[in-house]
């Protein structure tokens, strides 16, 4: 299994990126998927999560209304469209897959190497 993120980098505070994550090795459609970020010093924590459909996705709240995350399953790839960004929203961000969607790191599978995304004012 691989999972592939790609589209970090800096930007500035206000400003857009959009994170991607090819997935092989594994049957997408039926896999959960989510982003999860973690800054220097801190732990993992939770971004955004997307159904094996796309029927539902869930956000952390500090990121609620600014990221989007989306999933053309034909593609096998997921996207995190980032909005207004914060300078808290500096960290390596990693997309993972999961059997059944859940908020916490301990339930997903399979882990991309991750993305740096820098947010300078």
């Known amino acids: 299994v691989q999972l592939q993120a790609s589209g970090g980098g800096l930007a500035q505070a206000g400003g857009s990126l959009r994170l991607s994550c090819a997935a092989s090795g594994l049957p997408f459609s039926r896999y959960d998927m989510g982003w999860f970020r973690q800054a220097p010093g801190k732990e993992r924590e939770f971004v955004a999560a997307i159904t094996w459909s796309g029927g539902a996705t869930f956000y952390a709240d500090s990121v609620k209304g600014r990221f989007t995350i989306s999933r053309p399953n034909a593609k096998n790839t997921v996207y995190l469209q980032m909005n207004s960004l914060k300078l808290g929203d500096t960290a390596v961000y990693y997309c993972?897959?999961?059997?059944?969607?859940?908020?916490?790191?301990?339930?997903?599978?399979?882990w991309g190497q991750g993305t740096q995304v820098t947010v300078s004012s």
């Open positions: 993972s897959a999961a059997q059944y969607i859940s908020r916490s790191s301990t339930e997903y599978a399979y």
